[in-house]
């Protein structure tokens, strides 16, 4: 792993996903967590604060990035729910079947390298009816925006870890064997619309 990608990325992305405007996204669907969760690409912990401790049992974070582990440890320290980490790329959970009541993903299937693998693993290890929620950017619905993500898209992942800009996030899910409960999209003002169209809701397991 290169300087930038263990030091200097996890700092990027750190702060381009605990913006303000991303903050108030994530606080919309983090608190719905319950059970025995799994937060998939876990980051730096910044969702820690908004778990409701009453209803989250325990919490699974997968987290391959040794650099977003480290800077993890402060938001660790503060939070009062059990945190295991687990240090594996979303494509390979280390977790049995159907022992999962929650997964959430905020900003983490954009940048999964295979996200097919990772959602089949996702649907096995959630129990039946379990639920995924989920904050994602991704492909805008607007044609010249598309245009734009397809043509920058190479160039914004070696720069950004691998991130996608024109995955059709709910498109996705839905085809992974997951049924939309419900969701809201839209874009975020303050960010260049090629990364600002956010999908965030909740999908129930297909049994």
């Known amino acids: 792993m290169s300087f930038y990608e263990n030091k200097l990325l996890p700092h990027i992305i750190n702060c381009a996903c605990s913006s303000n405007a991303i903050m108030k996204l994530r606080e919309k669907v983090v608190p719905?967590?319950?059970g025995n969760v799994l937060e998939v690409g876990m980051g730096s912990a910044v969702n820690l604060r908004l778990y409701d401790p009453a209803r989250v049992d325990k919490i699974w974070g997968l987290e391959p990035s040794a650099g977003m582990r480290r800077k993890a440890l402060s938001n660790l320290e503060k939070s009062p729910i059990t945190v295991e980490w687990l240090n594996l790329p979303g494509e390979k959970i280390p977790l049995d079947n159907n022992s999962v009541?929650?997964?959430?993903?905020?900003?983490?299937l954009c940048t999964i390298p295979d996200w097919r693998a990772a959602m089949k693993q996702i649907h096995r290890v959630l129990k039946p009816d379990g639920k995924i929620i989920f904050c994602e950017h991704g492909q805008a619905p607007d044609d010249s925006?598309?245009?734009w993500q397809d043509r920058l898209n190479n160039l914004w992942g070696n720069l950004f870890g691998g991130c996608h800009l024109n995955r059709p996030i709910?498109?996705?899910i839905r085809s992974s064997g997951f049924t939309i409960d419900w969701f809201e999209s839209g874009y975020i003002k303050g960010v260049p619309k090629i990364?600002?169209?956010i999908s965030f809701g909740v999908a129930i397991k297909k049994t």
Request: aromatic share 10%; net charge negative; proline share 0%.
């Open 170 to 172: 709910i498109e996705n």
């Open 101 to 108: 009541d929650s997964v959430v993903l905020t900003y983490t």
């Open 195 to 197: 990364a600002s169209y």
């Open 145 to 147: 925006v598309q245009k």
């Open 32 to 34: 719905l967590a319950s």
